[in-house]
Structures are given as C-alpha cells and as structure tokens.
C-alpha cells in the first residue's frame, strides 16, 4: 500500500517536470512561472495548426465543394440562354480583363465568366442578386436580364479580390439607343 502509493508519486512527479521538487535541476532548467518548459512549443504548433485547419476551413472549403465543381451555372445566376449575346469575362489573379460590361436594358444576355487564376474566384454584382462562381480553371455561364437602366458595380465578393482590383462596371444603356450609332 504505501509503495503503490510512493511509486505512483514518482511517476507524477517524473511525468510532470514542473511538479519535480528537491532534485538537483540546474535553475535555467527549471521552469517558471507554474508552465512547464516544454509546453511553450507544444502550444505553438497548436496554435499553428489551428490557424492553418482555420484557413483552410475558410478559403479553400466552400468553394471545393463538389457540387461547385460539376454544375455550368453556379452561385445565384440563371442558367445561360442559347442564342443570347453572350459577355466574355476572364478572371485572373487578381483582376478581370474587362473593367466594363455594356448591355442593353430588356434584353437577356448570357455572361461566361473564365477564371484563369490559381484561386477561387467569382462575379457578382450584389444589386442583381447575380453571382456565378468559378474554381481555378473553370468555366461557367449564367444568363441575366436588368431591366432598369444605369450602372451596376460588378465584382469578385472574395475578401480582399474587389479592393485589389477584381472590380468593374456593368453598363445597363436604355433600348432604342440605335441612334447613337454604338460600336
Ligand atoms: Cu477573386
């Protein structure tokens, strides 16, 4: 009984640096501060590797979702209208190669959004309630029709994207316009 006793308590105390007391530890060994030493690095890879799982969980997950990755039409836009003008738009890392749309209200028309970046990237024009998201590589294609004329700010919604440049214009002209003489 009492050398179970004794014998657990070595155990403890040699499991434990911080509880060691009376043995000859030179004092730049012994820790201070009630944390044992060797918890400094153990609660940085922690603390690493939380930060990377919680990047990954928020950059990379979402948008590797597999349906995203089998459907033509994602995010919140129509699915793209055979036969309708269709507006190229390229996504690059980070810009799109195109800083205005033009169209004309009333008409339907089709947007076919090309990500040739590294990342995630999407298209949204929030007032519209239009979104198409496109994987590194991608193509996707969804069709739109505004019917109020004016200006509409088109972006990538990606933290970050839109400040650094993936940010346009897409140019809703009133129809009947022919009298301009457009390009
Ligand atoms: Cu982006």
Redesign the pocket.
Known sequence: MMFELTASALLVAAALPGVRQGSPVPPEDAPRGGRPAWLGPVVGIVAIAALVIGIRGGAVTGPMMPGHMSSSATGMAAPAIEGAPTMDLV?T??AFDRETLTVTAGVPFNISLVNE?R????LSIAELDFMLDANAGQQVAGSLVVEQPGTYVFE???PG??N?G?RGTLVVEAARSTTDGGA
């Open positions: 996504a890392d980070l970046g990342v995630f990237h999407d990538c919604s990606v994207h839109a650094a993936m």
